[in-house]
Nanobody, 124 residues
């Protein structure tokens, strides 16, 4: 069983920055493809970014490229999402996911484990 705990969300003004963290069970970050997704009420979970096992290739959603950066600390078992130049449209509940079960890293249905989410709210 893999446990994922997100943190770092909060209220920020448009143009500001936040760094989200996802603390994972030991070994998960270094041996699993992991991703970040976000969701707003009434909408499907949206792909944000993923890092793929074993080569560590990182993919970021097109609309977030240049603003969002994914990184990891294998020793601490933490996955990060640095978010810069936030806009109102970035307001959402952000989730960390692990153990990709198929090739499509952007499909939330292909991840086996999820955290509880951390809320990001961007104000004008």
């Amino acid at each position: 069983q893999v446990q994922l705990v997100e943190s770092g969300g909060g209220l920020v003004q448009a143009g500001g920055s936040l760094r989200l963290s996802c603390v994972a069970s030991r070994g998960t970050v270094s041996t699993s493809s992991m991703g970040w997704f976000r969701q707003t009420p009434g909408k499907e979970r949206e792909f944000v970014a993923a890092i793929l096992y074993p080569h560590g290739n990182i993919n970021v959603a097109h609309s977030m490229k240049g603003r969002f950066t994914l990184s990891r600390d294998n020793a601490k078992n933490i996955l990060y999402l640095q978010m810069n130049n936030l806009t109102l449209e970035d307001t959402a509940l952000y989730y960390c996911a692990a153990r990709l079960t198929a090739a499509d890293y952007s499909d939330h249905k292909k991840y086996a484990y999820w955290g509880q989410g951390t809320q990001v709210t961007v104000s004008p």
